[in-house]
Each structure stands twice: as C-alpha cells, then as structure tokens.
C-alpha cells in the first residue's frame, strides 16, 4: 500500500555545511611552550592582568565571570567560587579554587566587605551593561597578546577550551612567580 520495499535514503547524506568542516587554518590549537612563557613571564603583565590569566587558565572560568565575582561569592573555607547567574542554567555552578591560585584570591579578600568585587579595580557597572565591567581587562589584554603572539586573537583566547592551557602548564611543569605561590 504505497510503502517502499528499500530505505530510499540509504547512502545518502546531507552536504557538509562551510562551519562545520575541519579547515586547518581555522582549527585552533593549544598554546606551546614558548608561547605560554611569552604570556606568564616575559611581557612582564601588570598584576590585574596576570592575576586574570591565571584564573582563566586554572579554572576555565570566562572573563566575564572572572569580572563579576564578588567576595561573597568566594569560600575561602572550601577554596570554591560560585557563579550565581549565567546566560544558561549549566553555568550557575561551583568552580574549585586550583592550589596555585589560592594565594592570589585569598589577598583579594584581604579587607574587603561581602559586597565588593573581587576585582575592585574595574569599572563600576550595572548588570545591564556587563561587557563594561570586563571590556578594560579584554582591550588591555588584546594589546599585550597581540605584542607576543601575533597568530591568535584576543577572542580566540577567550573562546578557546582553557582546559587545555591549564592541562599544558601542568604537563610541562611552568612554576609560577613566587608572589603567587599558593
């Protein structure tokens, strides 16, 4: 009754779309040794911007997230930060404070209220404007990425899986400076 003896649709398959095939120009890879030195070490960052890198590194966190964090969000007592609001309900989470961060974060909170940010060095913002609050760290390390490492971008920095960095300064076994010692 009008029903097909064979799949009409074996062996066939829709074309690949432009974004989704592999063009090796576009893969992104992970930062090699030279250049995670480049960044930690040799252009010497000021301590914001040091402090930033790190933490994205060591706990995956993005760079709105990181700007955002207040003292109340930290526990200092578990080393864990909360993320309270998120674009999705998968980043309202947890983020484990990494052993060779705890140094920089605990000073951070040296003196501050529940209510201060973390980062008190940023601009004040509303909640509306959120790109604000983190555009001066993001513009500034465009400028000191681009001195080093002309190949990637600022935002490819920021869209690219910070496991890997983190995976890649334990696997090579970078020290940090002493002043950020845990």
Do not use: C
């Not at 029903?3 to 989704?20: C, G, V, Y």
């Not at 790190?54 to 964090?69: C, F």
């Not at 003292?71 to 930060?81: A, Q």
């Not at 001195?147 to 990637?152: A, D, N, R, S, W």
């Amino acid at each position: 009754k009008g029903l097909a003896s064979e799949n009409p649709w074996r062996d066939q398959a829709l074309p690949k779309s432009e974004t989704h095939q592999t063009d090796k120009r576009k893969r992104k890879r992970a930062f090699t040794d030279v250049e995670l030195s480049r960044l930690l070490y040799d252009g010497n960052p000021d301590r914001l911007l040091r402090e930033f890198m790190l933490i994205a590194a060591l706990s995956g966190m993005r760079i709105n997230e990181i700007a955002w964090i207040r003292v109340r969000d930290v526990d200092p007592k578990y080393l864990t930060i909360e993320i309270p609001t998120a674009k999705t309900e998968a980043g309202i989470r947890l983020v484990p404070i990494h052993s060779k961060l705890k140094r920089v974060i605990l000073d951070r909170l040296k003196g501050k209220a529940p209510d201060d940010w973390l980062f008190h060095e940023l601009p004040e913002q509303s909640e509306s404007r959120e790109s604000e609050r983190y555009m001066p760290v993001s513009k500034h390390f465009g400028r000191y990425f681009e001195m080093g490492l002309k190949h990637k971008t600022a935002q490819e920095l920021q869209d690219e899986y910070i496991e890997i960095v983190s995976k890649r300064i334990a696997e090579i076994g970078l020290d940090l400076p002493s002043n950020i010692q845990p």
